[in-house]
């Protein structure tokens, strides 16, 4: 079955076992695996990114979120918006999606724009001209088993309870035109962040943490 067939039934209400098992044969097999063929990465918005497929404009992704886990920082804020159409479900625990609504302020603004690029292991982080009020309008709360979907250009701000160990797989879809957006500092500058991949040895123990939650 192909991935987004995999996504589009538990959309759609239809059983989630395939989808954990779908996830389960992949990961146990990068787990057992002595020198993964993928590297981990920790992303600035508070988790772990398991890259495990990426076709065309199609990119799959586990995220890991664990208190046992370094994690990488933002440096601009946790309040983004993605260049792709999301549709993720929660394998376990637990994710609250603050929806953020974003209103242009050029006289008094609190937030500033940045554009987001990827050069290769790089992400050049841009400042935009566009200068910003925003304020949370919405709070979806996703349990295990749940299924979402996030617009692309959509702001909102993924909270993971403190001490709560959670996991997703998220489809990505690029829309052309869209840009990674994140709000950051008024007076901040264009700046470079080295993406920080993680290990053979962190990668395998985020995927067998993820299979030894879900189940064989």
Known sequence: MRDAELFEEVGHGGSAEPLRSWVRDVLTQLATTDGPDIA????????????????????????LWSSWLPMAESTTSATHAHSWDLQSFVLFGQVHNELIEVTDEPAEPTHRVYEVHSLGDVDEIRATGRTVRHATRAV???????????????FHRSVVPPGEETATVA?????SGEHDLSLGPVGGRTHRVA??????????????AVTERIGT
């Open 140 to 154: 979806d709360v996703h349990r295990a088993g749940d299924a979402y979907t996030l617009r692309a250009g959509r």
């Open 195 to 208: 993406r920080q991949r993680c290990g053979p040895a962190e990668t395998v123990r985020a995927a067998r």
């Open 40 to 63: 981990a990465v920790r992303h600035p918005l508070g988790f772990i990114c398991l890259p495990v497929r990426r076709s065309g404009d199609e990119g799959v992704c586990v995220h």
């Open 171 to 175: 489809l990505g879809r690029t829309r």
